[in-house]
């Protein structure tokens, strides 16, 4: 089974900072997902990656899959951006995607 | 934009009722999974399917049943509802099986 551990767990930031959420996982994956989940329940896509980098907007997401690991960078953090950030890793083998706990990002004004 | 709608938001069942939770999506995907979230766990997957009247369970099967009789709808049913299954049941589709997810907006289940 993949274990998967994000850091870290809670994170406040100023509103204007860099900010960096790490994933890693313990399996050979194919794929990566980065998903937001506001207050309330909503969960969106953010990305989808198995290699390099990939930006949208203030978002910019990495994957090593050698070292097994992520990174999802926010740019000029805005209050909005405040939400709880999971990652899914897709392991080789299987149907799913297995998820992270997420971390919780407040971005304070 | 592919929408997945869960039934009901907020719901409040009795110990020992059979719930049914509803997951309707509109963009013919081939691939549907009902998750539950509780707090310091993440989501983890109850059952699945990757086709009309397929099924495949995931981590935590047991209390839980499905149904897929048609493409856009996935059913999750709780046979007889118990206090452990209060929990926040989120739906999932995707298009093919290497695809990103599209999630509903949640149904927050409480059995008292």
């Known amino acids: 089974k993949n274990e998967v551990e994000q850091s870290p767990q809670n994170l406040t930031a100023q509103e204007g900072e860099f900010i960096t959420i790490n994933c890693s996982y313990s399996v050979g994956i194919s794929a990566l997902h980065w998903l937001q989940q506001h207050p309330g329940g909503g969960i969106v896509s953010l990305f989808m990656?198995?290699?390099g980098k990939k930006k949208h907007g203030r978002l910019i997401a990495t994957i090593n899959i050698q070292e097994k690991h992520s990174s999802l960078h926010i740019t000029a953090s805005h209050p909005r951006d405040s939400a709880v950030y999971i990652c899914?890793?897709?392991?080789?083998?299987?149907?799913?995607?297995?998820f992270g706990t997420g971390t919780s990002l407040t971005v304070i004004p | 934009d592919v929408k997945v709608t869960q039934s009901s938001r907020y719901l409040v069942k009795r110990t020992g009722e059979k719930v049914f939770l509803e997951c309707v999506q509109d963009?013919?995907?081939?691939?549907m999974f009902w998750y539950r979230q509780d707090p310091g766990l993440g989501l983890r997957l109850i059952y699945f399917s990757y086709d009309v009247k397929m099924k495949e369970k995931g981590d935590i099967p047991e209390g839980y049943s499905v149904s897929r009789e048609k493409k856009e709808r996935f059913s999750l049913i709780l046979e007889s509802a118990s206090t452990n299954q209060t929990s926040m049941y989120l739906c999932?589709?995707?298009?093919?099986?290497?695809?990103?997810?599209?999630f509903g907006s949640g149904t927050r289940l409480t059995v008292v």
């Open positions: 990656l198995s290699s």
């Open positions: 999932a589709s995707s298009w093919r099986v290497n695809y990103g997810y599209t």
């Open positions: 899914a890793p897709r392991p080789n083998t299987g149907n799913q995607f297995y």
């Open positions: 963009m013919d995907h081939e691939n």
